[in-house]
């Protein structure tokens, strides 16, 4: 993968983000201290954020995950969101935090929010590690967010273009802009 030309710059790379994750963590520790918090791990791309970020979080959590998939082409979403994989775990009177890898437009997090919403849990809330700057068409509160980032294609720590380079460390840009 290193000599791969389609990898371009860091954008956040493997000791910044665990750093980050380190803050988040702790941050979520003390908020939740009373309420020990069911982690919802949006998948795929969540999958190593939510490892890590687990792991940081001193508590009792449990942990759960979906797997969404959005009506449109890949990447550019129309809003309306398939759950293709749903929760074991019952939502009712539990405090909810949704694991998300990152927020473009938001329109997927919209969906999920009010379906999970709907769904009875005490309190829900949203921590992503990436919020891409200014490119937010659904509004909504996104309580943790682990970097602003400019509004360029990234692939990495989880995340992909057709399911490739998800296993790389840092996050890059990836140099064939976004994928159609
Ligand atoms: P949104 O609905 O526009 O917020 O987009 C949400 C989904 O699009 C994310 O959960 C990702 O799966 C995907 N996505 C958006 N931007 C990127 C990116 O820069 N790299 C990889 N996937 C992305
Ligand atoms: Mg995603």
Redesign the pocket.
Known sequence: MANDPLLGPVVVSADEIAARVVELGAEISKDYAERPPLLVG?LK?AFVFLADLARAISLPAELDFMAVA?YGTA?K?S?VVRIVKDLDIDLTGRHVIVI??????????SYLRKSLLARGPESLSICTLLK?TG?QRADFDVEYVGFEIDP????GYG???AERYRNLPDLRV?LAG?PE
């Open positions: 949006v791309g959005s990447t979403t809003g998300e890898d990152i927020v473009d437009s938001g329109l997927t997090l891409k490119q360029e294609f990234v692939i995340l992909d273009v990836y976004e």
